[in-house]
């Protein structure tokens, strides 16, 4: 089992984030209630891979994050 290069733990996963742009058509309905429709999501952006132990970011690329999980 890989270990965290930060705080040497034992670790079998990372935890991941990342923002994601929402593109929506924005309108109001006949009762001025807002209205959401027609969503498409961009690429997500700044993506991190960290330790579950000390939430130290480990990675920001996939793959560097699958090559350490494979050990």
Known sequence: M???P???EEIK???Y???RQVFQVFNI???DNPLY???DF???DN???YCPECDKSLFTDENKAIEFLRG
């Open 47 to 49: 993506p991190d891979y």
């Open 13 to 15: 996963e990372l935890r």
């Open 37 to 39: 429709d027609d969503s």
């Open 42 to 44: 961009g690429d997500d």
């Open 6 to 8: 930060k705080c040497n």
């Open 2 to 4: 890989p270990k965290c």
């Open 29 to 31: 309905e006949n009762d």
């Open 17 to 19: 984030s990342a923002r």
